[in-house]
Nanobody, 124 residues
Framework: QVQLVESGGGLVQAGGSLRLSCAAS????????MGWFRQAPGKEREFVAA????????EYADSVKGRFTCSRDNAKNTVYLQMNNLKFEDTAVYYC?????????????????WGQGTQVTVSS
């Protein structure tokens, strides 16, 4: 079992920045790929970013490329999502997730463990 707890969400003006954190406990964190998803009211959960366990290769949704950066600190069992130049449409609940696979990381179905989510609200 892997337990995930997100933090760092909040209210920010458009153009501002936030850094989300996801602390993991349980089984070996370093062997899991980690992903970030978000879900806005009335919309489906969508992929935001992911980072693999090997070589820390990252993937991003086109909508956040150049603005968001995903990183991890295996010593702290934590994954981060640095969000810059936030836009109103980034408003959502953000979830982190852990996957034992190394591919298909944009698909929610490959993640076995999920956090409870943290709200990000961007005011225009």
């Amino acid at each position: 079992q892997v337990q995930l707890v997100e933090s760092g969400g909040g209210l920010v003006q458009a153009g501002g920045s936030l850094r989300l954190s996801c602390a993991a406990s349980g089984r070996t964190f370093s062997s899991y790929a980690m992903g970030w998803f978000r879900q806005a009211p009335g919309k489906e959960r969508e992929f935001v970013a992911a980072i693999k366990w090997r070589y820390w290769i990252t993937e991003y949704a086109d909508s956040v490329k150049g603005r968001f950066t995903c990183s991890r600190d295996n010593a702290k069992n934590t994954v981060y999502l640095q969000m810059n130049n936030l836009k109103f449409e980034d408003t959502a609940v953000y979830y982190c997730a852990a996957s034992a696979t190394g591919s298909g990381l944009s698909q929610p179905s490959v993640y076995a463990y999920w956090g409870q989510g943290t709200q990000v609200t961007v005011s225009s």
